[in-house]
T-cell receptor, first 114, second 111 residues
Framework: DQQVKQNSPSLSVQEGRISILNCDYTNSMFDYFLWYKKYPAEGPTFLISISSIKDKNEDGRFTVFLNKSAKHLSLHIVPSQPGDSAVYFCAASAGIQGAQKLVFGQGTRLTINP | NAGVTQTPKFRILKIGQSMTLQCTQDMNHNYMYWYRQDPGMGLKLIYYSVGAGITDKGEVPNGYNVSRSTTEDFPLRLELAAPSQTSVYFC??????????FGPGTRLTVL
């Protein structure tokens, strides 16, 4: 049972344009959502997060949108840069007590073309 | 400040062998985690720890054991390696319940 899904295995975007990565979830108990970026042979690095009490969070070129009714979140990167080429993972967690047990999507490989 | 370090980077095991994957963090984080990532899949939680002496199972704990005797170290033990344990293993740590910081991973192949 895949609780967090990223239905696009790959995405190719022109440098300078907007990249939009999508993520769907099924568990209504999830209340915190994160995006991680991963380069080959490295561990994931935290990018941006959003709590379920918000519908938008911005950090520089990165914006995450949350649509709770649709159980959908998206990551927007504007403008896209060659260094953004990586695999992006969406992750979710439930509850504020105890450890943060993240559930990850399968990842989307983003390629930024010059 | 090295963050989260993992050793070894790569390892090939024969079926039935055992090994310990090492994980150390120098950020004084109380929470530590072990994940595995299979090809084309997201990371899955194996075990986690909320402090020295306290560990608990994640989503896929079968075939693994952990211990946490110090704040810094969280080793993962494979007792009888099986081909299904071929994967990339990531250790992570956090202070509190939110952002987790990951190590570079250990690529394990069981033949």
């Amino acid at each position: 049972d895949q609780q967090v899904k990223q239905n696009s295995p790959s995405l190719s975007v022109q440098e300078g344009r907007i990249s939009i990565l999508n993520c769907d979830y099924t568990n209504s108990m999830f209340d915190y959502f994160l995006w991680y970026k991963k380069y080959p042979a490295e561990g994931p690095t935290f990018l941006i997060s959003i709590s379920s009490i918000k519908d938008k969070n911005e950090d520089g070129r990165f914006t995450v949108f949350l649509n709770k009714s649709a159980k959908h979140l998206s990551l927007h990167i504007v403008p896209s840069q060659p260094g953004d080429s990586a695999v992006y993972f969406c992750a979710a967690s439930a509850g504020i007590q105890g450890a943060q047990k993240l559930v990850f999507g399968q990842g989307t490989r983003l390629t930024i073309n010059p | 400040n090295a963050g989260v370090t993992q050793t070894p980077k790569f390892r090939i095991l024969k079926i039935g062998q055992s090994m310990t994957l090492q994980c150390t963090q120098d950020m004084n984080h109380n929470y530590m985690y072990w994940y595995r990532q299979d090809p084309g899949m997201g990371l899955k939680l194996i075990y986690y720890s909320v402090g020295a002496g306290i560990t608990d199972k994640g989503e896929v704990p079968n075939g693994y054991n952990v211990s946490r005797s110090t704040t810094e170290d969280f080793p993962l033990r494979l007792e009888l390696a099986a081909p299904s344990q071929t994967s990339v293993y990531f250790c992570a740590s956090s202070y509190g319940i939110r952002t987790q910081y990951f190590g570079p991973g250990t690529r394990l192949t069981v033949l």
